[in-house]
């Protein structure tokens, strides 16, 4: 039988049923759904050429089921069966993120589909991190986690079962798809009763709420799923007047007319009540976010944003808080003036990453890639951005500090290790840059032989 079900419906089938899940779960996300799909709604009415740019790039028929959701994974063996799993869904993992440096035993990677076709299909994307025990500073504590951590089975046997059965025959039939969608969403879902005790999860806490988060429960609860705006700043002052508390500060760049890279906002994270082995108690750790995304950063991009952020911070000479809120996105936006905000300025100087499209004009020469600049600055080349899929590494801890908290240790002497991560996972990651560039030049390709077809046919 070859009559299978696309990965890319599995994956949209399964985004539907996890947003949800997750609604009844977390009812403030509802109102999120709802704030965002207003302020989405309203932006497309009064910006024609942002909506114009969006049904060009594909984009727009994608935007109201436009999710990201985020786990936390304990061991290496839930790695390697989370990324097989995800395989099913035509999802992969890109980018290394290590949130150590920040403060967070962590690192991480995004699954998500890594061609543009599929991901305008069903965008759909995973951050998910594997706890790095190693950090904990407490031999007895470390030893208690990782028997705890030993003990759970996060996915159930059917689920594994499928996975297994679709990479034996490369694809699942549409009954097995849906079977495969509801065993999964198992193992998303929130359990009130935790396998410790409170004083383990205590003791755990006290290391660092993530490290209680991930080891305390039967499962990796999903523990946001994030919608995408197009002006998160409207959605910033929407919450506050829907009785929703946002962070203070927006996590990224500054706003602009031609954004870049990500922003997000967040409130901050429930309070649960949980059952442990031997009383009840609660839990923080599931938030509320939003993003609003932009144009792929070039390597040269990347470079000066971060040159631009790190600059940002010195100036403000510590951490951004509630209390220097106001005075951080001052010196941000005041910061990034250094930063072009043009997207013609941002393809020409190589800065981000662009659609091209070829415009009909009567020409009497062969075009190349030389020619682009002149092309574009002259009409003849159309170029829309190349929306960034992935996520900020700084963004992403701040995320999890400001919403988390705590005085849990956050000093780890430890680097970087994409290798051991790898390992765990069972594959290489891909390249976010590389899937970018690849995606530009394919574009380029076809534009310019567009543009030359009718030279070339007379040769």
């Known amino acids: 039988m070859t009559n299978w079900i696309n990965v890319d419906e599995i994956r949209a089938k399964f985004s539907k049923l996890m947003s949800e899940m997750y609604q009844n779960e977390v009812p403030l996300y509802g109102d999120l759904i709802e704030l965002v799909d207003d302020v989405n709604q309203s932006v497309l009415e009064q910006q024609t050429v942002l909506k114009a740019q969006l049904q060009q790039t594909g984009e727009l028929t994608r935007l109201s089921q436009e999710r990201h959701g985020a786990i936390r994974l304990g061991t290496a063996e839930e790695l390697h069966n989370m990324r097989r799993i995800f395989a099913v869904m035509g999802m992969y993992p890109v980018g290394y993120y290590d949130l150590v440096p920040a403060g967070v035993p962590v690192h991480a990677t995004a699954f998500r589909a890594i061609q543009t076709d599929a991901l305008n299909h069903s965008p759909f ?82 290391q660092h709420r993530l490290i209680a988060d991930v080891v305390a429960f039967k499962g990796p609860h999903i523990n946001h799923l994030t919608p995408r705006t197009l ?37 901050k994270a429930l309070q649960e009540q949980v059952i442990f082995t031997d009383q009840q108690g609660s839990h923080t750790a599931r938030f509320g976010e939003i993003e609003q995304r932009g144009v792929a950063l070039t390597p040269k991009g990347r470079q000066l944003y971060d040159e631009l952020l790190v600059k940002a911070q010195q100036q403000l000479g510590g951490i951004a808080t509630e209390e220097n809120a106001a005075q951080y996105m001052q010196i941000l936006e005041e910061t990034f003036k250094a930063f072009p905000d043009c997207y013609t300025t941002l393809a020409v100087e190589d800065l981000a990453y662009f659609y091209y499209y070829a415009q ?31 996520f900020l590494p700084v963004s992403a801890a701040g995320i999890f500090q400001s919403n988390l908290g705590g005085n849990e240790q956050t000093d780890y002497s430890s680097t970087s290790n994409q290798d051991v991560f790898e390992q765990c996972l069972g594959t290489k990651v891909f390249d976010e840059i590389q899937l970018y560039a690849q995606a530009q030049q394919q574009s380029i390709e076809a534009c310019l032989a567009t543009l030359n077809q009718s030279i070339v046919s007379k040769v």
Not at 146 to 167: G, M, N, P, V
Not at 256 to 267: D, G
Request: glycine share 4%; charged share 25%; net charge negative.
């Open 231 to 267: 002006d998160i700043d409207q959605v910033q002052n929407g919450m506050m007047g829907r009785g929703i508390t946002p962070k203070a500060i927006i996590e990224g760049p500054p706003r602009r007319r031609c954004p870049i890279l990500l922003r997000q906002t967040s409130f």
């Open 360 to 390: 009909p004009f009567s020409t009497h020469q062969v075009w190349t890639e030389t020619d682009l600049p002149e092309l574009i600055h002259t009409g003849r080349v159309r170029i829309e951005p190349i929306v960034y899929e992935d």
């Open 125 to 206: 994307r995973v951050f998910t991190s594997l706890l790095r025990l190693e950090l904990v500073d407490h031999s007895e504590l470390r030893q208690l986690a990782k028997e705890t951590l030993a003990k759970r089975q996060i996915f159930t046997e059917k689920a594994l079962a499928l996975t297994a059965k679709h990479e034996l025959q490369g694809g699942l039939s549409v009954d097995d798809a849906d079977l495969f969608i509801i065993e999964v969403l198992e193992t998303f879902r929130w359990h009130t009763h935790a396998p410790v005790t409170a004083d383990l999860y205590q003791a755990l806490h006290d």
